[in-house]
């Protein structure tokens, strides 16, 4: 999420830093596989995809990088760019649960 484009949504500001350091790393994969594709052009199959082949080897990253995804595209949908967010149709990957040690 780079800084300049992060101003112009207000939210933005009200984020604690390690959240918005967070959300800027689970970033940088999401522009790796994706590019600048818009919200318009992002389909059920491609988050799917996102999760389960592109980032396989990481399930619970993918998890989270989803996530932020899912935070974002209410914006495309205010703006009038989308009708629906595709992200929350997508079932993520299994997480095991942190056990006590």
């Known amino acids: 999420m780079n800084g300049a484009r992060t101003g ?5 500001t009200r984020l604690d830093e390690r ?10 994969k999401l522009l790796e596989v994706m590019g600048k594709a ?6 059920l199959a491609d988050i799917a995809r996102f999760l389960r082949v592109e980032r396989a080897a990481a399930p619970v990253r993918a998890n ?4 932020l995804l ?13 009708d629906v967010n595709p992200c929350k149709q997508v079932k993520r ?3 095991r649960p942190r056990t006590g040690a």
């Open 93 to 95: 990957n299994l997480e």
């Open 38 to 43: 818009s919200a318009r052009v992002l389909r």
């Open 8 to 12: 112009r949504v207000p939210q933005w």
């Open 19 to 28: 959240t918005k350091s967070d959300y800027t790393e689970y970033s940088m």
């Open 70 to 82: 899912v935070n974002l595209m209410p914006v495309a949908v205010e703006r009038g760019d989308i």
């Open 64 to 67: 989270r990088e989803v996530a």
